[in-house]
């Protein structure tokens, strides 16, 4: 993926947060953003779990994960209280953004819109200068995903070449 500027995150509301995030606030950080439903499957049973242990795994490095709750089907099921009792029983330890609505009627969020996600779930990596530097629709290999972590990690290090 050719580096370009992240979008910004267009959010109505934010939990496991005091402050709703920006992008811009967290430069210097390596960012991952799962995009996920709650009645999503693959989300439930492997994109959440994923995205907790790179939480857990990457503690005490840059590196800020964020859930981006973004619904582009069954909307009425799965509104903000839904969303508070689906964080609590999971036990969700990071922040969590509500994707705003789309535009004009649209069915697919904003933030879903201008990331042109497919689907849930989604792996976003942004780097520390705030760039999109891989997205990948589905379950992402873990693998994978710790070693790009740490690629990105490098860069701000200064140990690896950064993207241009």
């Known amino acids: 993926m050719d580096p370009r500027p992240a979008p910004p995150w267009e959010t109505t509301t934010w939990l496991g947060t005091p402050e709703p995030l920006v992008l811009e606030s967290l430069l210097g950080r390596v960012v991952v953003v ?3 439903q709650m009645l ?9 779990p994923q995205a907790q242990r790179v939480a857990e795994l990457f503690a005490r490095a840059p590196v800020t994960v964020v859930g981006l709750h ?3 089907e069954h909307h009425e099921a799965m509104g903000v209280e839904a969303l508070r009792a689906f964080v609590h029983e999971y036990r969700i330890r990071f922040p969590v953004g509500v994707d705003a609505p789309g535009l004009d ?3 697919m969020p904003r933030t879903m819109r ?3 996600m497919q689907g849930t779930p989604t792996t976003v990596l942004i780097d520390a200068q705030g760039r999109r530097r891989r997205q990948v629709f589905g379950v992402h290999d873990d693998l994978l995903l710790g070693a790009e972590i740490g690629t990105l990690l ?3 290090a ?3 070449p950064a993207a241009r």
């Open 40 to 48: 999503c499957p693959g989300c439930v049973s492997r994109g959440i």
């Open 158 to 160: 200064g140990n690896a």
């Open 114 to 116: 201008a990331y042109d």
């Open 105 to 107: 009627g649209d069915p």
């Open 70 to 72: 973004t619904v582009f």
């Open 154 to 156: 490098a860069e701000i």
């Open 34 to 36: 799962h995009a996920f």
